[in-house]
């Protein structure tokens, strides 16, 4: 997977570490950010690639993040993959899912998670 870029979006830091580690182990290239704001910046400032984005982050949620990627024209060249605690979508992705390529639930099973990135890995290169 080198020369995959991957944006973990969340606002538990032991969340952001584990995924960072587990990713590098790949050979990923890593980006982290906080939340909402943080993951804007990092778009505005270049970034393309897989963003694994949390629903449940306080400020702006992930729904509302995505909303303002797409509001602000930096979705092309990227993928989402929400990464959250919830089992299921709630209401606010309406009018959004088509954006959202994945949806897998925390607690994850690594191998799963490392299987869905290098699926998402092919399908931008596609």
């Not at 538990?12 to 939340?35: T, Y």
């Not at 943080?38 to 509302?64: K, T």
């Amino acid at each position: 997977m080198n020369s995959t870029k991957v944006m973990i979006v969340d606002d538990n830091k032991m969340i952001r570490e584990s995924v960072r580690i587990l990713l590098h182990s790949e050979g990923v290239d890593i980006v982290v950010a906080d939340g909402g704001s943080e993951c804007l910046s990092c778009l505005q400032a270049g970034f393309r690639g897989i963003i694994l984005m949390d629903v449940m982050m306080p400020g702006m949620d992930g729904w509302d993040t995505i909303r303002e990627i797409v509001d602000q024209g930096l979705y092309d060249g990227n993928v989402i993959l929400m990464l959250t605690g919830k089992s299921e979508p709630d209401l606010k992705m309406e009018g959004i899912q088509e954006y959202v390529t994945d949806y897998v639930t925390k607690p994850f099973d690594p191998l799963e998670l490392i299987g869905t990135i290098r699926y998402l890995a092919e399908l931008r290169k596609g």
